[in-house]
Every structure is written in structure tokens, then in C-alpha cells.
């Protein structure tokens, strides 16, 4: 079933398909606050939360049940069936490959991208006390804690962003790692502790949210389009090219974060061994129209240098 029959969209609210959780429910209201600026005359928009595989299960590492896709699964299987007729993602959940019709339409203005330390009384990794206990989820995290900080006891932590919080506050972790945005998005900074993107590379799409439809919807495309932040868009796609020449799986570290400014582009790539015991670096610099081409030369350098079996992992 397509969304074909519905009734234009500028006689029905448009339906914005979303996780449940908190910090997806804030990403998702502020996509419609700034569709309402845009399209003031247009039908409040409509939030439908949907519950997605990675959410129903919280008590085991991602890589083992299929890898970060999983929060998106759900919501892209409800575009595809005109049940909805967007969906609001944080762009570091969606998969390199997006399902065939679907497409990423816009994407907000990025939030700090940077990783936030969660650990009562350091404001960096050298601060924290020595055989801690440091819960993340994330390879990409893991591999470069273990590499910076080998003598922390890293472990698994799933939950959303209140749920980590709490078990570092109630003293099951003594740290944990959150993406700074979120923190910020959720209103829960609190005594967060950035770490810098140089030394900390954040995953590709960290902070932005994206803003996904049917590829075929040309109504619902161009109503998207008047707010596509087209830097973040063109940082996102730069960032999601290093992910696309590198084909890692959910187990392979890798992070990506391209900058732009007067006019140019500097996107950091990295690859790291999950144990942390290697780690390769690259970066390009060129013109901000240039961002694809950016992207690729900085995923191939990378694919070229590291380990076979890294990516292969």
C-alpha cells in the first residue's frame, strides 16, 4: 500500500513517523516547529511513535542483534507502507544503504556533534580514575577508549539517554560517553564534559537530524525541502560517503565529521581495530562543493591503509 490515496498534503497534517524515546519524541516536535514556521498556513503536523526492534530489546550490544539499523527498521517499513509520510531520525541510526524508495529529504541545522564525557568529576578520559568502570554500546567508542585509555574496564551499557545517565548516577558505571546533541536535545547537560572532535572523531551524522520520505513523494519532498539546512546536509552526505567506500559492518569502529567553512571543507575519517590496538587516520580539505568527492577520497585512503581485516569484521 502507498500513501497515493491520502489527501494532499495541504489538506491533512503531515505525518511524522519517530522512536518513542525521550530525545527522539524532542527531535521529532522540533521538526514540526520548524515545518510550522515554514509552512505557517499548513496543518499542525502529527508525531506517530513507533516502536522499533532496537528499543524492545535494551539488554544486549547492537553488533549482536543486527547493528544500529535496528532503530530505524520499524519506522522505514511504515514509510514504505504510506502509514507515514516522514520520519525524524538521528542520522548517525541510519544504515549506509537506505532501503530502496526512501531517501533522507532534509536535515536540521547540526547540534554540537562532539561526545560528551559522563563521569562524576573528570572533564576529560585522563580523569578518569584508573581501572573504571566504562560502560558504551558503541564500537567506535569503545575502540577509542581502549585506545586512549587502555587500563579502563570498558563494558556494555544500552538504554536511552536518562537510563545511562542513571546508571552512571546510581554508580553501576563510573563512566559512560553520550553524544553532546542528544544531551542537549533531552535538556539534561548537566556536568557533561565535551571531548574535542580532533581528539574524539564522532560518528558520521552525529548531531543532525535527519529528516527521511518516500523518493517518489514529490509533495511531501518539497515540502521538506524549505527547511533543509543545506551545510548539514552537505556535512551528512560528505560523512555518509566515507561510511559507503569503507562498507564496515556494525562491529567495524569508524567515525566520520566533515567542517565547513568560507567556502571550505575539511572531512576527518577514521578507522580503528575494536580492541583499540590499531587506529588509522585521514583527512581531505577542498572546496565545500566538492563535499561527495571529499567524502570518497577520505573512505578509500582509510579502506587503503587499515587492516583488511578490520573492515571485514
Excluded: Y
Aim: charged letters at 20%; glycine letters at 10%; aromatic letters at 2%.
Amino acid at each position: 500500500m502507498s500513501g497515493s490515496t491520502a489527501p494532499p498534503l495541504e489538506e491533512r497534517p503531515l505525518r511524522i513517523g519517530t522512536r518513542g524515546s525521550p530525545l527522539a519524541l524532542a527531535q521529532a516536535h522540533l521538526v514540526s516547529e520548524v515545518l510550522a514556521a515554514a509552512h505557517p498556513s499548513a496543518p499542525p503536523a502529527e508525531i506517530l511513535p513507533i516502536v522499533t526492534t532496537g528499543d524492545r530489546i535494551s539488554d544486549r550490544p547492537l553488533a549482536d542483534i543486527g547493528g544500529k539499523g535496528l532503530f530505524a527498521k520499524e519506522i522505514e517499513a511504515a514509510l514504505l507502507a504510506g502509514a507515514i509520510d516522514c520520519a525524524a531520525h538521528s542520522a548517525k541510526d541510519l544504515e549506509t544503504r537506505l532501503p530502496d524508495g526512501l531517501t533522507i529529504a532534509a536535515a536540521l541545522p547540526r547540534e554540537d556533534p562532539r561526545d560528551a564525557l559522563i563521569c562524576p568529576g573528570a572533564r576529560t578520559l585522563a580523569d578518569v580514575p584508573r581501572g573504571a568502570r566504562f560502560g558504551t554500546a558503541s564500537a567506535r567508542r569503545r575502540a577509542l577508549v581502549r585506545t586512549l585509555r587502555p587500563d579502563l574496564n570498558v563494558e556494555p551499557i544500552r538504554g536511552n539517554v536518562g537510563t545511562r545517565l542513571g546508571k552512571v548516577a546510581r554508580g553501576e558505571f563510573d563512566a559512560t560517553l553520550l553524544a553532546m546533541a542528544g544531551l542537549i536535545r533531552a535538556g539534561c547537560v548537566g556536568d557533561a564534559a565535551p571531548l574535542a572532535v580532533n581528539d574524539f572523531l564522532p560518528s558520521a551524522g552525529q548531531g543532525i537530524v535527519a529528516i527521511q520520505c518516500r523518493s517518489a513523494d514529490t509533495a511531501v519532498r518539497g515540502h521538506l525541502a524549505s527547511i533543509d539546512h543545506a551545510v548539514s546536509m552537505a556535512a551528512l552526505r560528505a560523512e555518509r560517503a566515507v561510511l559507503a567506500v569503507l562498507d564496515g559492518s556494525c562491529r567495524t569502529p569508524i567515525a566520520a565529521h566533515a567542517e565547513q567553512e568560507r567556502g571550505r571543507m575539511t572531512v576527518r575519517g577514521l578507522v580503528a581495530d575494536p580492541d583499540g590496538a590499531g587506529i588509522w587516520r585521514h583527512r581531505e580539505t577542498g572546496p565545500a562543493s566538492d563535499f561527495l568527492v571529499l567524502g570518497r577520497t577520505v573512505g578509500q585512503a582509510l579502506k587503503a591503509a587499515a587492516a583488511p581485516s578490520i573492515l571485514a569484521v
